[in-house]
């Protein structure tokens, strides 16, 4: 069974440019997660889709920052514009519902330059 | 706001020595907390579980403790490994969606 992939695995943009984050869940999975490291701190929760719903995207730093996981498969986190403190890796999750394991993927790092 | 955090950034153990992460957490209301290993460059993977109404739980060479009094966590890894050196991070799972804190992560060496 295929994992959490995540695409781009690495990306360098400039300031001010947009980058789309794409995240396939294992399939089956209803509850898909994003989260982020940046330098030197802890992984930080951005939000959490139910199928296609937003349940929680208290995470979301800014409006600069666009989750969508339209008909409820893979999702897509946009930065735009990117800034240079968003650089960092974005990992992203999938659960199945009521389950309690959380599985990541392998991450997306993202470098703003 | 509540937070779950690590004593120890690093940690240096001989090859087939015991190694001991420990975990502090601040919600007195957290239930079930998780330990995750990362290795370089790659996502966070599922180690082991714990939930509140538990004290010690085993699993293949790693024993998660729980000692809700002093709210401290700890993973305890049997023999370590040269593959066993990684990230690891205590997590606490709340918010009855399943949604994750993570703590800042140590960092485990292993000496050959």
């Known amino acids: 069974e295929a994992g959490v992939t995540q695409f781009p695995s690495h990306s360098v943009i400039e300031k001010g440019q947009t980058v789309t984050l794409r995240c396939d869940p294992i399939?089956?999975?209803?509850?898909l997660y994003w989260y982020r490291r940046v330098m030197g701190k802890e992984i930080k929760f951005l939000l959490h889709?139910?199928?296609?719903?937003?349940?929680?995207e208290s995470g979301m730093p800014n409006n600069r920052f666009l989750a969508e996981r339209t008909g409820g498969t893979y999702s897509t986190l946009k930065v735009q514009p990117a800034e240079l403190e968003d650089s960092g890796v974005y990992f992203c999750?999938?659960?199945?519902?009521?389950?309690?394991?959380?599985?990541f993927g392998e991450g997306s790092w993202l470098t703003v330059v | 706001g509540e937070s779950v955090g690590l004593h120890l950034p690093t940690l240096s153990v001989q090859e087939g020595d015991n190694s001991i992460i420990n975990c502090a957490y601040s919600?007195?209301?957290?239930?079930?907390f998780i330990w995750y290993k990362q290795e370089s460059g790659k996502g966070p993977q599922f180690i082991i579980d714990i939930r509140s109404n538990m004290d010690k739980r085993q699993g293949q060479r790693v024993t998660v403790l729980l000692n809700k009094t002093v709210k401290h966590l700890s993973l305890q890894i049997a023999a370590t490994q040269p593959g066993d050196s990684a990230v690891y991070f205590c997590?606490?799972?709340?918010?009855?969606?399943?949604?994750?804190?993570f703590g800042t992560g140590t960092k485990l060496q292993v000496i050959p």
């Open positions: 889709f139910v199928k296609e719903s937003k349940q929680d």
């Open positions: 997590a606490e799972n709340s918010g009855g969606y399943q949604k994750v804190t």
């Open positions: 999750a999938s659960s199945q519902n009521h389950g309690n394991t959380i599985y």
């Open positions: 919600n007195s209301a957290s239930d079930y």
């Open positions: 399939s089956g999975h209803d509850n």
